[in-house]
């Protein structure tokens, strides 16, 4: 099941069902009927995007027509964008009464989401606390998450065998494996087609973050630079995969062997291993300088109700209903199409098929590692830092003065939410 984060709209967002198809000017086209007749309680309209993985459609119908106190309808969204398609909608008479998104403060001070505390806080610490963290703003929660998504770095164990690589644990190995690596059919490492799936784990890595706990920019370290210098290394130095024909959520580079290392998420392990059998590893992003640790990005959906919706009390008995009530129902969608990581402990620790083998060397790593988005990052925000990674990376601008833009840009952005 694929995840387009937060910290990047186009991640995933360009979707294997739906390359090259636009959602705007079709959505009433683009969703599907239960397959139930009306007059059954509340109407309810759902959005989700289109996941690229077999059955997904199927599964959230599925789990709608079992609901009997409302008419669910589910406009499954095709094309890469979605997110402008749900906002264009939401302004509109026929906005959805829940949608899937990522946490996002505008949403909360413009009023755009419900207050969904009272059907959480009863389960509240069934969660894991980094979802219910990155989900809260001033007490209050917003969203219920739907999947973890953890990604890290894939390799084939038989092509660092045979090349004598060990398993990176830091960024000056990860380009000297890359190097390695190459050959004249194979690249050392992929990381997607624009490096942007880097850049918040090189801050984590780096010891950095997005934002420091009292909403300060926090990216512009040192370190930070010193690993934008690298990454640029990387860049030009003939062992980085460019413009594969899918970017790096799609498995098909390493399955196809264009590459011996690429950064994925859990979402496509299943068809890694259908590919590859036994050989295939995982490791988290590398740390960065002497004083780093290694990281792992979360990326993963919510559910969302739109608080200026018509039915916005039977929005949220449904969701109380599919995303809290129904655990089959969780743990299918987490485990059956893809692996992710249930954001319930209880559902976690009874999920089997994330028990053993590479799927709990997965979790672990999740665990050990892993990073959430900060619901105060906000697009603004991300695109300048994007712009600071893409001059100084792709371009070979000065990553200082680049951050120093960025930051600059960020600092006015905070100044709007928070004064």
């Given amino acids: 099941m694929s995840a387009m984060s937060s910290s990047n709209w186009n991640r995933r967002s360009v979707l294997q069902a739906g390359m090259g198809l636009a959602a705007a000017g079709g959505l009433a086209a683009c969703g599907g009927n239960t397959g139930r007749s009306s007059g059954s309680g509340d109407a309810l309209t759902q959005y989700f995007h289109a996941y690229g993985e077999a059955g997904t459609e199927q599964a959230i119908k599925r789990y709608a027509a079992a609901y009997k106190k409302a008419d669910v309808k589910t406009n499954w969204i095709t094309g890469s964008n979605f997110e402008s398609a749900l906002f264009a909608a939401l302004l509109t008479k026929k906005a959805p009464d829940v949608f899937e998104f990522h946490p996002q403060i505008q949403m909360v001070k413009s009023g755009q989401v419900a207050d969904l505390s009272d059907i959480i806080?009863?389960?509240k610490d069934d969660f894991n606390?980094?979802?219910?963290?990155?989900?809260?703003?001033?007490?209050?929660?917003?969203?219920?998450?739907?999947?973890?998504?953890?990604?890290?770095?894939?390799?084939?164990?038989?092509?660092?065998?045979?090349?004598?690589?060990?398993?990176?644990?830091?960024?000056?190995?990860?380009?000297?494996?890359?190097?390695?690596?190459?050959?004249?059919?194979?690249?050392?490492?992929?990381?997607?087609?624009?490096?942007?799936?880097?850049?918040?784990?090189?801050?984590?890595?780096?010891?950095?973050?997005?934002?420091?706990?009292?909403?300060?920019?926090?990216?512009?370290?040192?370190?930070?630079v010193a690993g934008m210098k690298q990454l640029r290394q990387l860049f030009t130095s003939g062992n980085l995969l460019l413009d594969a024909p899918a970017d790096y959520w799609d498995p098909s580079a390493i399955n196809q062997g264009l590459c011996a290392i690429q950064f994925c998420g859990m979402w496509a392990m299943p068809a890694m291993q259908q590919a590859l059998g036994d050989d295939l590893g995982v490791f988290p992003?590398?740390?960065?300088?002497?004083?780093?640790?290694?990281?792992?990005?979360?990326?993963?959906?919510?559910?969302?109700?739109?608080?200026?919706?018509?039915?916005?009390?039977?929005?949220?008995?449904?969701?109380?209903?599919?995303?809290?009530?129904?655990?089959?129902?969780?743990?299918?969608?987490?485990?059956?199409?893809?692996?992710?990581?249930?954001?319930?402990?209880?559902?976690?620790?009874?999920?089997?098929?994330?028990?053993?083998?590479?799927?709990?060397?997965?979790?672990?790593?999740?665990?050990?590692?892993?990073?959430?988005?900060?619901?105060?990052?906000?697009?603004?925000?991300?695109?300048?830092?994007?712009?600071?990674?893409?001059?100084?990376?792709?371009?070979?601008?000065?990553?200082?003065?680049?951050?120093?833009?960025?930051?600059?840009?960020?600092?006015?952005?905070?100044?709007?939410?928070?004064?």
């Fill in 121 to 123: 806080n009863p389960v």
């Fill in 129 to 224: 606390p980094a979802d219910i963290k990155s989900h809260t703003v001033d007490g209050k929660i917003y969203g219920v998450r739907m999947i973890d998504d953890p990604q890290f770095f894939f390799y084939r164990k038989s092509m660092l065998e045979k090349a004598k690589v060990d398993v990176p644990t830091t960024l000056d190995e990860l380009l000297e494996a890359a190097e390695k690596l190459t050959t004249s059919k194979v690249k050392g490492v992929f990381l997607g087609n624009d490096l942007t799936p880097a850049i918040n784990p090189l801050l984590w890595s780096a010891g950095a973050d997005t934002l420091t706990p009292d909403n300060k920019p926090a990216f512009h370290t040192d370190e930070v």
């Fill in 285 to 419: 992003f590398p740390k960065v300088g002497a004083n780093g640790k290694q990281s792992v990005y979360n990326g993963g959906w919510s559910m969302f109700v739109n608080a200026k919706g018509k039915n916005v009390d039977a929005a949220k008995e449904y969701v109380k209903w599919l995303w809290i009530d129904q655990k089959q129902y969780q743990e299918d969608w987490a485990t059956s199409y893809g692996f992710h990581i249930p954001p319930r402990t209880s559902i976690a620790e009874s999920a089997t098929k994330l028990k053993s083998g590479l799927p709990a060397e997965g979790v672990k790593l999740f665990n050990e590692f892993g990073h959430f988005d900060n619901i105060g990052w906000t697009q603004a925000m991300i695109t300048a830092l994007t712009d600071a990674f893409a001059n100084s990376v792709r371009k070979n601008g000065d990553p200082n003065a680049a951050l120093a833009t960025a930051e600059k840009k960020v600092n006015a952005e905070l100044k709007k939410l928070f004064g």
